[in-house]
RNA sequence: GGAGAGAUGGCCGAGUCGGCUGAAGGCGCUCGCCUGCUAAGCGAGUGUAGGGUGUAAAGCUCUACCGAGGGUUCGAAUCCCUCUCUCUCCGCCA
């Protein structure tokens, strides 16, 4: 979020901004709020410097036991003209606040023009498609056939796009997790979060999911006075984990990582992906979060994006990244690579990451800052995060991309340790499993 | 769920029957002085946000903020109401 001075003094290039992004925004509301805004101010401070002063004087009459009662009297009209006046402000400031809250981000110069996802330049390609002497099968063909992922049950207990992970499946998932968090944690310099999968509306409004998309999310009612949201992301209530706070010199960077399951409505989405793990209401990530001084975070967004890909390398999943074009780019987001796996049961490649540099848009919402030096004035933090990765749709790649002619699934070298030194994954050993 | 206690500046902590308290005092921190190092000592300073003035920085000045919101009042950290959070005890519970 920018604050209203900034969009004062910048209300072309916003506009220029949300066209570029596809999605113009119009700030002539802005503008006339903002003006009101501002005689609104004047005036107020005005009235209550009056009342102030006049107040002390009643008081120090009062003090010499003078007469006062005329002074009271004349301040009875100013004390009530100004309850309309704070009235009116605060109507206006809420308008003002919710137009603010909407504006996007501005996307970084190295973010290429476009209009949407078929203009994302590839910015590089990891080791190869695998081959197969067969014809390559889809995972919900060989999840089922496996006796793993049980999309029938999975729709019967919650509906569509819910799945029952069973016996080996299960088993692989929460490898996946582990094996990630591990990476994370012990190689990288991330402290591992376990979050609330729950939060509240200010902490969905800090990372930009409300107000705007409201709609994709999950609430969950406590009563008639609270509510939550069901996190879509881990992102939201780890980065922020320090929202309304001053970390001190010497605290940044600070690098998170968390595994939680992720809710989303997917509205709009009806049609697409209807079958198999890619696009479900619950899925489970792990997320890596940054926190880090402004001068740095492009350069940590690139380490990030290394973290997140050397997941694949030591699977040994083929994949490449793509950098979102100004039509496709998040609506907080600066910059955002995504990586994308190669997915032979569908043919195609399918986003498994998505890492971003949020640079202070977020940090503004939220309000997190640091000081650079000690007693120096706190400046907004540097946000980012990215998918260290989306767990389901590994398990998909490692289907589809270990699966062999006679139906069973080869597990990656590195997840073994996390299986009980199991090899394969073939019909029998599921079923014994369940 | 029931009963009670509390929430003040970076931290601790005082605020009397509402007025002279943006907030005593202490700690910490910063700068300066002093002492052959260190420690101690002395002096000054030390919140955030917004507005006005200023070419800008500094400065000056105004407004708001003592958990949040509302009320009473000429005037509220101080009185009243609602809420949130923390702590203690009881009950229940994975």
Known sequence: MFDAKF?????????????????????????QLDEENSHLRTRLEEIQHKINVVSKKIGQLKRENKESSLLQEEMKDVSAEIKELKKKKVEVEASIQEILLRIPNFPHASVPEGKGEEDNPEVKRWGRPPEFDF???????????????????????AGARFTLYKGLGARLERALINFMLD???????????????????????????LPKFEEDLFRVFKDENEDFFLIPTAEVPVTNIYSQEILEPGRLPVYFTAYTPC??????????????????????????????????????????????EDILKRLDLHYRVVTLCTGDIGFAASKT???EVWLPGQNAYREISSCSNFEDFQARRASIRYRPVSGAKPEFVHTLNGSGLAVGRTLVAILENYQL??????????????????ERIESESSTRAV
């Open 7 to 31: 969009v004062r003094n910048n209300i072309e290039a916003i506009e220029q901004m949300t066209a570029r992004r596809g999605e113009p925004f119009s700030l002539d509301g802005f503008v």
């Open 135 to 157: 014809p390559p099968q889809a995972h919900w063909d060989i999840g089922e056939k496996l006796d793993i992922l049980d999309f029938k049950r999975g729709a019967k207990l």
């Open 183 to 209: 990476v994370h944690t012990r190689e990288k310099g991330y402290q591992e979060i376990l979050p609330p999968f729950m939060v509240n509306r200010a902490t969905m409004t800090g990372t930009g999911q």
């Open 263 to 308: 809710f989303r409505r997917e509205a709009g989405s009806y049609g697409k992906d209807t079958r198999g793990l890619i696009r479900q209401h619950q899925f489970n990530k792990v997320e890596l979060v940054k926190l880090v001084e402004p001068e740095n975070s492009y350069q940590e967004l690139e380490r990030l994006l290394g973290d997140a």
């Open 337 to 339: 690579y995504d990586i």
């Open 405 to 422: 002619k006679d139906g069973s699934v080869a597990i990656p070298e590195v997840l073994r340790p996390y299986m009980n030194g199991l």
